[in-house]
């Protein structure tokens, strides 16, 4: 079944690193025919594009993140992940992954979305 | 990079048709026909459900339809239904490889 799912850690602590997996199903992140995408969405905020990497490791960032943001691939795992470094209260979001097809501007598929809640 | 311009709220009865409206700039809604939207119900992953301004995917119903004049773009919606209610959030290419989302719209089906 074709799928995204999101993991990782409910709380981190102000000042914390976050780190979220997105694990893929029925599609192969090898091909390369896709670009792969985090997304959040703060309490009563809209969304917000956080970075997408493609296969070959290259990456974009929304700049507001650039200076915090990781996004690193594991083809074994088929599984692609979010590093999000000196987390505060405003990064408390509903974090989204999303695929692209290459060179397309929307998203075709997500996963469901994970909680992370910063509080000490 | 700043949130395209969405209406917090619209609201319609079944039956009846609403739009959504989206408004960007000429950096991204006015020069791309590359914008997207999405349906978001509460504990569920997001829905494409038009792109590349006016497209529908497969399974899409075509009471949804998208358009754009300028820097605005506009989602329809016809023959409102009770599952229709959700949130709506658009989106556009901004060049430099980057997305920008609007700050979304609550459908409310009366």
């Known amino acids: 079944q074709l799928q995204l799912q999101e993991s990782g850690p409910g709380l981190v602590k102000p000042s914390q690193t976050l780190s979220l997996s997105c694990a893929v199903s029925?599609?192969?992140?090898?091909?390369?025919?896709?670009?792969w995408s985090w997304i959040r969405q703060a309490p009563g905020r809209g969304l917000e594009w956080v970075g997408y990497?493609?296969?070959?490791?290259?990456?974009y960032y929304n700049p507001s993140l650039k200076s915090r943001v990781t996004i690193s691939i594991n083809t074994t795992k088929n599984q692609f992940s979010l590093r999000l470094t000196s987390m505060a209260a405003e990064d408390s979001a509903v974090y989204y992954c999303?695929?692209?097809?290459?060179?397309?501007?929307?998203?075709?598929?997500w996963g469901r979305g994970t909680l992370v809640t910063v509080s000490s | 990079q700043s949130a395209l311009t969405q209406p917090r709220s619209v609201s319609g009865s079944p039956g009846q048709s609403v739009t959504i409206s989206c408004s960007g700039t000429s950096s991204d809604v006015g020069g791309y026909d590359y914008v997207s939207w999405y349906q978001l119900h509460p504990g569920k992953a997001p829905n494409l459900i038009i792109y590349d301004v006016t497209v529908r995917p497969s399974g899409v119903p075509d009471r949804f339809s998208g358009s754009k004049s300028g820097n605005t773009a506009s989602l329809t919606i016809s023959g409102l239904q009770a599952e229709d209610e959700a949130d709506y959030y658009c989106s556009s290419y901004e060049g430099n490889y980057q997305w920008v989302f609007g700050g979304g719209t609550t459908l409310t089906v009366l």
């Open positions: 029925g599609d192969s992140i090898s091909t390369g025919r896709h670009s």
């Open positions: 990497i493609y296969h070959s490791g290259d990456t």
């Open positions: 999303a695929r692209a097809l290459k060179w397309t501007w929307y998203f075709d598929l």
